[in-house]
């Protein structure tokens, strides 16, 4: 690339990272998509910080869950970057049929989404969690069940399951999932109904069956900090369960249809719980949990056994060693053939999982005539 296109490239890069907010369009099946785009100041290029969504709920907008859910001071102290997508006349797609509902490929959209801001800011890939509140709950929900992307963990505030999006929920993998509801929440009924779709003891049965979790949970009334707000919450947690993942439900006794903690009077709808900051406990939860690393490694030819490669999968990273003498260099190709990486080295190189898109690359370690390549496999 010529010094100029590398230049340039860097100050587009520099100006996007040292905006703390921004507005960005992708255009997805023919439709401009908006979003905005929250980095903290703390980040640095290079860094390879987690993604957190944050999904409005239905006639609501991504600017207006930004205030609702203040989830850009989270970011700020957890050092992760969150991303407020808008659905399609401000609606999710969330195989309900419901009356001003969307019908566009939203799963499509947020994985699209999520590939953008990962070349824009160097994503761990394997730590892109989802929430949203309401349609933005239901949507969260249905990433977990449909998206072919891993996302670590799924949280969900007012929002439960379409009939439709239960009955084709299929998991690729065990997931985490936070459910947050009001016991009193007269647009999403905590028990199901015929407009709102499944019930919460029904989507928490979901995912406890999916991660085959222990169905006697660990319940716990949390401390009643704010008497005056008509509610109190009670945690229940599932676990344990497969892989290391977990269901937690915060069921809001009294609470309305709202996001607890929020200091916008316009957010819902009924009593907002003040014991409790949504967002604080979803990235609390959230931050525990991460993708498997899923990689293979396959040497396709090599002359000698000089150099050897190692997985670390508690770290994501993939080493090659040289037993010989002096430098050698490392080529990464894609399978079209293209040069992605070229780099001199002494004893040993790695790559990281966490940067490094999925796909199929050819490795190649040269060092005087002795070579060797691997094929390495991320998914």
């Not at 497969?242 to 915060?250: D, P």
Request: charged share 10%; glycine share 10%.
């Amino acid at each position: 690339m010529p010094k100029s296109a590398i230049l340039s490239s860097l100050i587009l890069f520099s100006a996007l990272t040292s905006m703390a907010q921004t507005n960005g369009t992708i255009v997805h099946n023919g439709i401009t998509r908006n979003y905005i785009v929250y980095v903290p100041s703390a980040y640095q290029p290079g860094d390879s910080w987690p993604l957190v969504f944050v999904l409005h709920g239905f006639t609501q907008s991504s600017s207006a869950i930004m205030g609702v859910s203040g989830f850009n001071a989270i970011a700020d102290t957890g050092e992760f970057i969150v991303a407020y997508p808008n659905g399609v006349g401000n609606a999710w797609n969330t195989n309900s049929g419901m009356t001003g509902g969307s019908t566009a490929d939203d799963i499509g959209f947020i994985s699209a989404l999520t590939d953008t801001l990962q070349a824009l800011y160097n994503i761990d890939t394997t730590r892109v969690f989802s929430c949203g509140f309401s349609a933005g709950g239901y949507m969260s929900h249905r990433l977990a069940c449909e998206s072919p992307k891993c996302y670590a963990a799924v949280a969900s505030v007012a929002g439960t399951m379409s009939v439709n999006a239960f009955n084709a929920c299929a998991p690729s993998r065990d997931i985490s999932v936070m459910q947050i509801h009001g016991t009193s929440d007269a647009i999403v009924s905590y028990n199901g109904s015929a407009q709102g779709g499944k019930s919460v003891n029904d989507v928490i049965g979901l995912w406890v069956g999916n991660n085959s979790c222990t169905t006697t949970p660990q319940v716990q009334l949390l401390p009643d900090i704010n008497t005056q707000d008509n509610s109190t919450v009670e945690k229940s947690v599932y676990a344990p369960c497969s892989t290391g993942t977990e269901v937690n439900l915060y069921k809001v006794i009294g609470g309305g249809h709202q996001w607890p903690g929020t200091t916008s009077l316009f957010g819902g709808l009924g009593a907002i719980n003040r014991d409790i900051s949504a967002s604080a406990e979803i990235w609390n939860f959230f931050r525990r949990f991460s993708c498997p690393i899923s990689s293979a490694v396959v040497e396709v030819d090599g002359s000698t056994n000089d150099f050897v490669l190692e997985q670390d999968m508690t770290h994501g990273t993939i080493t090659v060693s040289h037993h010989g003498n002096g430098n050698f260099q490392v080529l990464v190709y894609d399978l079209t053939g293209k040069l992605m990486i070229k780099e001199s080295t002494a004893q040993s190189w790695t790559i990281n999982r966490g940067s490094s898109p999925r796909g199929v690359y050819l490795l190649k370690c040269v060092s005087g005539k002795t070579t060797a390549t691997f094929k390495v496999v991320f998914d």
